[in-house]
């Protein structure tokens, strides 16, 4: 492909919105990321916003509703940097950080699909194509991210964001967001961002 047919990339500025508006355009956006291994590209099929309020009540499912620590660290920063944090100690989970810096908020990136570099997410995944990247924690596996990751920028170097858009068929199902059972007021948030085909 050549360059001039390259989608463009995001940008900071772009991002620099709320989680919630950033969630939903993110839909159907390309990762790009390239590794020792080669480059592997998905395109982004789920998401979910973090961070902000939601109808006067804040969002108390964001790792930063406390406040900052070494861990949230990154969703402090400008737009467009990656929080990558560990779940059960056995799952990484990649967001991309939205807003203004400060201002904690971020996109997590929740499914998407291989469309490029498929032999070397077999090699990560080693399951099913369809499981390659159907869920956070996988998503950052065929990516090869970990928490080392963490406070990167996703926009540059050997990751960036490029933009896509809905195919034909496609629509956005929107739902409140998964496994966040302990929060009192964010589970009930419509933040949860899903490309689905009529």
Request: aromatic share 8%.
């Amino acid at each position: 492909m050549r360059t001039a047919d390259l989608p463009p990339r995001w940008t900071t500025a772009e991002l620099a919105g709320d989680a919630v508006t950033a969630a939903r355009a993110l839909l159907g956006s390309y990762i790009w990321r390239r590794t020792a291994a080669g480059l592997v590209i998905l395109r982004i099929t789920e998401t979910e916003a973090y961070g902000g309020m939601h109808d006067g009540r804040p969002d108390d499912a964001s790792h930063a509703h406390r406040g900052k620590t070494a861990r949230n660290a990154p969703m402090f920063a400008a737009a467009g940097t990656l929080y990558v944090y560990l779940v059960y100690g056995l799952h990484h989970c990649a967001n991309i950080v939205t807003g203004s810096p400060g201002t904690p908020a971020a996109v997590l990136l929740r499914g998407a699909v291989v469309v490029h570099g498929e032999e070397i997410v077999a090699a990560r995944r080693k399951t099913s194509p369809r499981h390659y990247a159907d869920g956070p924690g996988k998503l950052s596996a065929a990516l090869a991210l970990t928490r080392s990751d963490s406070g990167r920028s996703a926009l540059q170097g050997d990751f960036c964001l490029r933009h896509g858009k809905l195919l034909p068929g496609e629509t956005v199902r929107v739902t409140p967001r998964r496994g966040i059972d302990y929060a009192e007021f964010g589970r009930e948030f419509p933040w949860r961002f899903q490309l689905s085909v009529r």
